[in-house]
T-cell receptor, first 113, second 114 residues
């Protein structure tokens, strides 16, 4: 199993540009989520999904959209990038909701200029 | 709102020492607590998962304890090695409603001196 994969590894955007961060898992996990990691802040939950077709907001959802059309994929869209979205983004998955171990991808480092 | 605090923020010890990393959380309504390791520029590697009904979990030289009533967890690393150098993150899954996700501490940056 590849586990949780994320692409791209690095990305530089200009303010106002849009892009999609890709996340995929091959473990047949129902639950997937996105976090951002900023210096001195710890990881914070952006959006999550408890199954295909179901998504919900986390702690810091503004400026981001998600959808979950398949069990395997959970892309994160930045509609109009802002410098405040410069961060490292991590995708995670687990077998189900809440009591299960979370597995993280390698991250995408995004810089918005 | 659930908050997670990790102490110390940084720690540097000689190789071979046993050490303890601390994690505290403000609300005892949790499903579980998970310890992760993060190497520079890398993702998070899960080390240990403790369910709320458990008191401790062990994996090799690592032992994690959980005292839900006092809102504390410790990660004990025995016979530390230079390869243990990394940032260690503690995270809890809150059971009190709201978003389904982990609440993280800011981490302990650990350096093991050869």
């Amino acid at each position: 199993n590849a586990g949780v994969t994320q692409t791209p590894k690095f990305q530089v955007l200009k303010t106002g540009q849009s892009m999609t961060l890709q996340c995929a898992q091959d473990m047949n996990h129902e639950y997937m989520s996105w976090y951002r990691q900023d210096p001195g802040m710890g990881l914070r939950l952006i959006h999550y999904s408890v199954g295909a077709g179901i998504t919900d907001q986390g702690e810091v959802p503004n400026g981001y959209n998600v959808s979950r059309s398949t069990t395997e994929d959970f892309p994160l869209r930045l509609l109009s990038a802002a410098p405040s979205q410069t961060s490292v983004y991590f995708c995670a998955s687990s077998y189900g909701r809440k009591p299960y171990e979370q597995y993280f991808g390698p991250g995408t480092r995004l810089t918005v200029t | 709102k659930q908050e997670v605090t990790q102490i110390p923020a940084a720690l540097s010890v000689p190789e071979g020492e046993n050490l303890v990393l601390n994690c505290s959380f403000t609300d005892s309504a949790i499903y579980n607590l998970q310890w992760f390791r993060q190497d520079p520029g890398k993702g998070l590697t899960s080390l240990l998962l403790i369910q709320s009904s458990q008191r401790e979990q062990t994996s090799g030289r690592l032992n994690a304890s959980l005292d839900k009533s006092s809102g504390r967890s410790t990660l004990y690393i025995a016979a530390s090695q230079p390869g243990d150098s990394a940032t260690y993150l503690c995270a809890v899954m809150y059971s009190g409603g709201g978003a389904d996700g982990l609440t993280f501490g800011k981490g302990t940056h650990l350096i093991i001196q050869p």
